[in-house]
């Protein structure tokens, strides 16, 4: 039945790491339907990135549960539990996983849960592998008209079904819009955790962000970090530049600053990044944004992405005072800088997909659920992508499977915990040394 103001609408959220929990629990509360009362359920997948308590708090989204699972006990709950809307924010092999699994779950069933998925922000690398991981969903996010085009023009080139691709918005912007220098005038330079991915690269950017610091000593500059020592990301992080910047002699007027990013956004009067979706959230509140070009644009740092914003500038540049101007058909495709200066259209920009889940959830029942990869079409590629999953090639629990066949005890939970916290070590720490030790 179609949501009404009287029903509460179950909602799931399966998220692999701090970002796309982030994107996952923001966008089941966009899409909802007009006039429901969401009940959210958060199910964090067990894995290297699986966020702690502080970047959740940070992340600022609240649910009714929240709880960490495998795979497995992810797809055992499934089959018990109720829900209208299931949101997979996760990298797109563990979408696929998913779909197999759930489609073996739900086999039989008339009524499921209408499945949603999409990405965390710029889709910048991997196109068509990450996409048609994703097919088999119901409604595959497009969080710009650019991207739309491109996800339609994917699935239909090799003729897979492209009804479910639904042009959104990223669903974190937001924020008042920028209306002037704030005092001091504030830089702030947004880092991410893989781009650049050396230790010469990043030592480079941090120096010279220290050295715009030094450079306009009425400025202040900071540096925007997205995890602390040890905690982990949706991408890696070998150089942490908290690292980077001990021994280093910094300005008074240079810090290092956490936080969530609107808050940040709040005081900036300039962002500097590599590739970041900050840089969209910024644009989206008129704040002028720099994509930096020092590294050079390339498809490996992910600022090629922006080629046509206006955005591209240097530190040298910077400077020099330079101050961008974005190109407004640009930033009009990338569904940014639609609040109220722009004309409204951000608040309608999920009504698309809010119109395809009324229509879905109406239905008496639901066609089963169909990823483009099946055994038949993938062989030699799919039954890997499952199997990282603990799933056989039809989807069913592997022999042995964590959680496969009874709810872990106090001594097996324990020693998961451990052994995830020397997974995450070896992860974080002693694999950078082994890589750097081969390089010598």
């Not at 650019?146 to 918005?169: C, I, L, M, N, P």
Request: glycine fraction near 10%; aromatic fraction near 6%; hydrophobic fraction near 40%.
């Amino acid at each position: 039945m179609p949501a009404s103001a009287t029903q509460t609408l179950r909602v799931a959220v399966l998220a692999d790491s701090d970002t796309r929990w982030k994107w996952g629990s923001l966008t089941a509360n966009r899409i909802a339907p007009p006039n429901s009362d969401i009940s959210l359920d958060g199910y964090l997948l067990r894995g290297r990135a699986t966020p702690t308590a502080r970047q959740l708090k940070e992340v600022g989204v609240t649910a009714d549960s929240l709880r960490e699972v495998t795979a497995v006990e992810f797809l055992r709950a499934m089959e018990t539990e109720s829900y209208d809307i299931l949101v997979l924010s996760l990298v797109g092999g563990g979408v696929q996983a998913m779909l197999h699994g759930l489609a073996r779950a739900w086999d039989g069933r008339s009524k499921r849960p209408v499945v949603v998925t999409g990405y965390v922000g710029v889709v910048y690398e991997k196109l068509t592998d990450g996409l048609l991981l994703r097919h088999g969903a119901d409604l595959v996010l497009a969080n710009s008209r650019q991207d739309a085009d491109r996800f339609k023009a994917v699935y239909d080139g090799v003729g897979a079904d492209s009804t479910a691709v639904t042009e959104v918005a990223l669903p974190f912007l937001g924020g008042a819009a920028y209306t002037g220098e704030h005092d001091p005038y504030t830089v702030v330079f947004a880092v991410q955790p893989s781009v650049p991915d050396n230790r010469r690269d990043r030592d480079y950017l941090l120096n010279r962000a220290i050295q715009h610091a030094r450079f306009h000593p009425h400025r202040e500059v900071l540096l925007k970090l997205r995890s602390k020592p040890g905690e982990h990301t949706t991408h890696i992080e070998e150089l942490p530049y908290q690292k980077l910047v001990q021994g280093k002699e910094l300005p008074a007027n240079f810090s290092l600053v956490y936080g969530h990013m609107g808050d940040v956004l709040d005081r900036t009067d300039l962002l500097v990044t590599i590739s970041s979706t900050a840089a969209l959230e910024s644009l989206h509140r008129r704040i002028p944004t720099v994509v930096l070009t020092d590294l050079g644009i390339r498809e490996g740092l992910g600022n090629h992405h922006f080629v046509g914003s206006g955005c591209l500038a240097s530190w040298d540049q910077l400077d020099a005072g330079y101050k961008p101007v974005p190109d407004a058909e640009w930033v009009a495709r990338q569904g940014v800088m639609a609040g109220p200066a722009g004309g409204g259209s951000y608040e309608t920009a999920f009504d698309a997909a809010r119109e395809r889940i009324v229509t879905l959830l109406a239905g008496d029942e639901m066609a089963p659920l169909t990823p483009y990869y099946t055994p038949e079409t993938a062989p030699g590629y799919l039954p890997g992508i499952l199997a990282r999953h603990h799933l056989g090639p039809d989807g069913t629990p592997l022999p042995g499977a964590p959680a496969a066949d009874r709810a872990p005890g106090p001594v097996r939970q324990i020693v998961r915990r451990a052994a995830r916290g020397a997974y995450r070590h070896g992860v974080q720490r002693v694999a950078p040394v082994i890589r750097r030790m081969g390089e010598l």
